[in-house]
T-cell receptor, first 109, second 116 residues
């Protein structure tokens, strides 16, 4: 069974710090990797996607993928209180995505 | 439409009643997914549709759950004889296609189902 594991947290960082969120997956054949942000009571919204090994940067967000280690991470630089949310990692092959249970991030002013 | 639209946003029903949840995907998206999210839990895959292909029903938790997609667009998730454990947020997502590199899923706001 394909699994995606995330530390449930909560992860607490001070405002302005770097938040590091991690995710491991079991299916070595996975080809697409996504990070979604979910505010309390809201639906998931896409932050980033990555398909190739290495880093992908978008503003304050950087996704990192290491297929050999079956590991994907999300770095949030200059964390803001508005970044406080649950972050869902999703991993997919050709069709369905498998979601992790999410890591709750709290950014303290 | 501009985004994935779900209705109703909230549904309260009595145990044993049937409910229908509706999802209208982003225009042009051929793949449509249903998920369930219980309080404090992750996303549980239920079913997905890709174009005119037979749906993947592998995530449906029981035969009380069914879904259809008419005309390749709007989808309805039906739960028959609802039970209290069916209480959750039901999320619909759509993507352009269900293939690698084009399977970015966009979510609707969800339907919060409460079974009394």
């Amino acid at each position: 069974q394909k699994e995606v594991e995330q530390n449930s947290g909560p992860l607490s960082v001070p405002e302005g710090a770097i938040a590091s969120l991690n995710c491991t997956y079991s299916d070595r054949g996975s080809q697409s990797f996504f990070w979604y942000r979910q505010y309390s009571g809201k639906s998931p919204e896409l932050i980033m996607f990555i398909y190739s090994n290495g880093d992908k940067e978008d503003g304050r967000f950087t996704a990192q993928l290491n297929k050999a280690s079956q590991y994907v991470s999300l770095l949030i630089r200059d964390s803001q209180p508005s970044d406080s949310a649950t972050y869902l990692c999703a991993v997919g092959g050709s069709e369905k995505l498998v979601f992790g249970k999410g890591t709750k991030l709290t950014v303290n002013p | 439409g501009a985004g994935v639209s779900q209705s109703p946003s909230n549904k309260v029903t009595e145990k044993g009643k049937d409910v229908e949840l509706r999802c209208d995907p982003i225009s042009g998206h051929t793949a449509l997914y249903w998920y369930r999210q219980s309080l404090g839990q992750g996303l549980e895959f239920l079913i997905y549709f890709q174009g005119n292909s037979a749906p993947d029903k592998s995530g449906l938790p029981s035969d009380r759950f069914s879904a259809e997609r008419t005309g390749g667009s709007v989808s309805t998730l039906t739960i028959q004889r609802t039970q209290q454990e069916d209480s959750a947020v039901y999320l619909c997502a759509s993507s352009f296609v269900a293939t690698v590199f084009q399977n970015i899923q966009y979510f609707g706001a969800g339907t919060r189902l409460s079974v009394l």
